[in-house]
Every structure is written in structure tokens, then in C-alpha cells.
């Protein structure tokens, strides 16, 4: 998949580019819409929530060192079980990473290009993703390496520049529409770190495989960290974000930082850092998914491969006829699919892995 081993840094930024797509579009608005005033203490929950499954995820991965969730399923349930999965995470990648694409593009063409068709703005992520396959996988890790702590930065001026404008009694009342909203109906939010779906498949590319638990929990740490900047953002800003649906939150909140008489609307730079993130994003899904198909079916020609998925993308993200129809399957369908393939599914395989070989240890 790539020519070299990934190092430690490299990993833990592929995994944050994979969450930072979805928090920049309109995550912080799906949150603050159904969490109200105790969405800040719901992220802190969450967090937490997420980061005792990675603990669990990385003892579990631990009786198979080197191995991925692929070889993990093989020693399970064969091949078939192996091409099941395969199939299963290879469907999430590609159906997620359109409906992101075709809402991504939706909310450009709102904030910068009213008169152009959406088709043209998905064309030129296409193309773009295109020409990053052909330079190779690393050119998309080094470029992560670099906008991802560009794109913690934006989060952190978005806080601090609009310090001015907040107004904090918006967390009033604390629990929001009540406990059970919080914590309950609330751990559905765990949809919001996608990027343990990545960590699976890992162990083998890494430089140094004994280091996936650093690289787990400073993922899900800093992803939890950058999902509360841009959400307390939005939330002690807009009140009416509580019941709009307002097309790229964080742009409208960029468009009020002033840092002095020389420094102002900041948001076409943030925008840029964002684009080539999300670049980043679908470059990786593309890489990810030819991965998984080359292992399932011994193929070695992975370029080709790509290119076949960077066309899938393109196809499915004309599939929904409007922005609406985006709008609800990336704030529904997109999180519980997360939610089903990345958490219950990956875990589940992992737990039975780990049972089976226990019991073959016994009865040798």
C-alpha cells in the first residue's frame, strides 16, 4: 500500500484527517442540535466513553501483533468471514465518503459558487483526488503531516478570535433537554470518531506496531479536543444554530474574527485549509479501500484499483437528488454507519478472535 512503513506522527494525523472532514462540514450543528445547551459535557462523555473502547480495542489487538482486522477474521471464520468483512468496510468507506463529498460540495456551492452546478465542484475533488493516486500514498500522508495541526490552529483562532462574541449563559441549563438526552440518546455521538474504522487496518503499515495504543488514544484525545473547540464555538456565538440548518457553521463563524485593522475575514484562508484536508480525507478512503480489496482478493495493482473506487465515489455522490436528501443520510445514515461497521462490527470480530484463540491455547 505504501512504499515505506508509517511512522508514529504520519499515523496518528491519518487518523485525525479522517474525523476533521466530517466536524468541519456539520458536525458541530448535528451535536447542538439534539444535545441543546449540554453538548459541551456530552463530547467530554463521549470522549471518554470512546477512549475506554480504545483501550479495550488495543488489549484485544494485542494476542495478534502485526495483523489486521482482515488476517484477524481469516483466523476467525476463513476466508469467507474475511471477504465479509472486507466487503463490509469497503461498502462504509466508499457510501461515507460520498455522501461527505456531495455535502461538502453542497455547502461550497453556497458559500462561494451560487451559480455553478454542484456536479463541477464534486468533479474537481475528483479529479484532485485523481492526481494525489498518482503521485502515491505518502504524498497524501506528508500532506495530512502538514494540514492537519494547520487545520487544530483554525479551530483554536475560531475559539479565541471570536472570544468577543460569546455569550456563555448558552450553557444554561447544564443538562440540556435532561440526563437521559445527555447520556443516553446521546452515545450516539461516538459516530463522531471515525477514525478507529481506520485503525484496523493499521498494525501492519506501521514503522512501529507496538505504538498503535499511543496512536489510538492521542487520536481519539485530540479528535474529542478539536470536536469541543469548534462546537463551544458555535455554541456560545449562535443561538439560532439550535434549530437552523445553517450550510458550513464553522465558515460563518470564521467570517467574525478580526484581529486587528490588518488581519480580517480569515474565513477563505480556513476554508482552503479545509478543502485540502478533505482532500486528504477521500484521497485515504480511496487508498483504504483498495487495500482492503488487493488483500481480499491478492491483486497487486493498486493504483488501478483506486482510480475504479474514485469513480465509485463519483457515482454515488450524484446519487442523492438534492442537498436535503445529502443533509439527512450524512446526520443519520452516515453516523450509525459508523457506528455499526467501525464499533460493533470491528469489536465484535475482535472480542471472538480473542476467544477462539484462548480457547485454542487451552487445548494445546
Avoid at 17 to 44: C, D, G, M, Q, W
Avoid at 266 to 293: V, Y
Avoid at 328 to 344: K, P
Amino acid at each position: 500500500m505504501v512504499k515505506s512503513k508509517i511512522g508514529t506522527i504520519s499515523a496518528i494525523m491519518l487518523t485525525l484527517s479522517i474525523a476533521v472532514s466530517y466536524i468541519t462540514s456539520s458536525l458541530p450543528r448535528t451535536f447542538i442540535n439534539e444535545t441543546k445547551s449540554a453538548t459541551l459535557i456530552n463530547i467530554i462523555y463521549v470522549t471518554f466513553i470512546v477512549l475506554l473502547i480504545i483501550l479495550l480495542f488495543c488489549k484485544l489487538f494485542k494476542k495478534f501483533p502485526g495483523s489486521d482486522l482482515l488476517d484477524i477474521s481469516k483466523f476467525l471464520g476463513g476466508n469467507i468471514l474475511k471477504d465479509i468483512v472486507g466487503a463490509f468496510f469497503i461498502a462504509y468507506f466508499t457510501i461515507s465518503s460520498s455522501i461527505m463529498l456531495r455535502n461538502f460540495s453542497e455547502g461550497l456551492l453556497v458559500v462561494y459558487y451560487p451559480l455553478t452546478n454542484y456536479i463541477f465542484i464534486i468533479l474537481m475533488f475528483i479529479f484532485a483526488i485523481a492526481l494525489v493516486n498518482r503521485l502515491g500514498f505518502n504524498a497524501t500522508l506528508n500532506t495530512s503531516s502538514i494540514v492537519f495541526p494547520l487545520v487544530l490552529i483554525s479551530a483554536i483562532l475560531l475559539f479565541c478570535g471570536n472570544l468577543d462574541n460569546f455569550s456563555f449563559r448558552r450553557i444554561y441549563p447544564i443538562l440540556g433537554d435532561g440526563a437521559y438526552n445527555t447520556f443516553v440518546l446521546g452515545l450516539k455521538n461516538i459516530g463522531a470518531f471515525g477514525g478507529i474504522c481506520y485503525l484496523y487496518f493499521l498494525p501492519p503499515m506501521l514503522k512501529e506496531p507496538e505504538k498503535l495504543k499511543k496512536i489510538a488514544i492521542l487520536s481519539v484525545i485530540t479528535t474529542g479536543l478539536f470536536i469541543f473547540l469548534c462546537v463551544a464555538t458555535l455554541l456560545f456565538m449562535f443561538s439560532f444554530f439550535l434549530t437552523t440548518d445553517e450550510v458550513m457553521p464553522l465558515f460563518s463563524a470564521a467570517r467574525y474574527i478580526e484581529f486587528g485593522s490588518f488581519f480580517q475575514r480569515f474565513e477563505s484562508l480556513f476554508l482552503l485549509i479545509w478543502i485540502i484536508s478533505f482532500c486528504c480525507f477521500l484521497s485515504i478512503t480511496c487508498k483504504f479501500s483498495a487495500h482492503i480489496f488487493s488483500k481480499m482478493f491478492n491483486l497487486s495493482d493498486m493504483k488501478s484499483i483506486s482510480h475504479i473506487f474514485i469513480i465509485l465515489i463519483f457515482a454515488l455522490a450524484l446519487v442523492p437528488k438534492n442537498y436535503a436528501i445529502a443533509n439527512f443520510l450524512q446526520t443519520n445514515v452516515y453516523r450509525y454507519l459508523r457506528i455499526a461497521v467501525g464499533f460493533i462490527l470491528g469489536m465484535s470480530i475482535l472480542i471472538l478472535a480473542n476467544l477462539k484463540k484462548k480457547k485454542v491455547g487451552e487445548k494445546n
